[in-house]
């Protein structure tokens, strides 16, 4: 038995061999007809590194001619099926600008952004390339407005944007619990001007008054007439928003020592 395991393993390496032979024999040929045939094979059974060697040998040759279609179709996928996301972008996003009339068109499109959507890091990382996704999937739906996948880019948009929300509200988090408060109402002000319908709305709105608060309590004399009215605006737009709000004991606790202590001042 276990020779006989020997001897097949020896059989699939000398074929292995001579495959590979031939293959780098084809590499160095000269017989772009045979690379192309060779290429498309290699690239319907998933060999999609040995298939991107020989595309780049025949793609110049073939540029103007009617495989050159076919050939940067399959050269986009091969580097997407290999998780090179930013080279398969470039590459799709290249196919629907150089055939622009082609029925893959539309979907070469969607793959450059969708590709770029994929680099997108998580929300603590920079998000310049959350923010590229984002205008280039709306660049897809501004150009394709009837598209089947519409639906699609919008879901894979509002992804994206909860990533950036996220990051701003971590943002303002880390001000806020390094007792920046200046800073963490300005970025949570952000927060809510950028995303309105925010889940962190009511939160947002507590950590402002509550920022305002001690940020008024801690001042200098001569300052803390105006920061506790600061932050009675900011209870006040609270209570507006959210009469019933989960902090509203401890807000109001807030309210009536800044009231009291504005009182004391007339």
Request: a neutral charge; charged letters at 30%.
């Amino acid at each position: 038995m276990i020779r006989k395991v020997t001897i097949i393993s020896i059989l699939l390496g000398t074929v292995l061999f001579f495959g590979c032979s031939d293959y780098q024999k084809l590499l160095k040929s000269d017989n772009y007809e045979k690379k192309y045939e060779k290429a498309v094979e290699l690239y319907n059974q998933g060999d999609y590194y040995r298939a991107l060697q020989l595309f780049d040998q025949v793609i110049p040759v073939y540029r103007g001619k009617e495989e050159a279609e076919d050939l940067f179709y399959y050269y986009a996928y091969s580097y997407y099926n290999q998780e090179d996301y930013v080279m398969a972008s470039y590459y799709f996003k290249k196919f629907a600008n150089n055939f622009p009339d082609s029925e893959r068109a539309e979907e070469a499109s969607f793959m450059s952004a969708y590709c770029k959507y994929l680099k997108s890091p998580r929300p603590s990382l920079d998000q310049t390339k959350t923010r590229e996704a984002i205008k280039e999937l709306q660049a897809f739906a501004n150009n394709y407005p009837d598209s089947d996948r519409i639906d699609r880019v919008n879901e894979l948009i509002d992804q994206l944007r909860s990533k950036l929300e996220k990051k701003t509200y971590d943002k303002a988090q880390l001000y806020y619990n390094m007792e920046s408060y200046e800073a963490a109402v300005v970025t949570y002000k952000n927060l809510l001007k950028e995303y309105p319908d925010t889940k962190y709305r009511e939160e947002a709105l507590f950590k402002i008054l509550k920022a305002r608060y001690i940020y008024a309590r801690n001042s200098i004399p001569s300052k803390k007439m105006e920061r506790y009215q600061d932050a009675i605006e900011a209870y006040d737009r609270l209570m507006t928003y959210y009469p019933d709000s989960e902090y509203k004991s401890q807000a109001k606790e807030m309210y009536q020592e800044a009231t009291s202590f504005l009182a004391h001042q007339n």
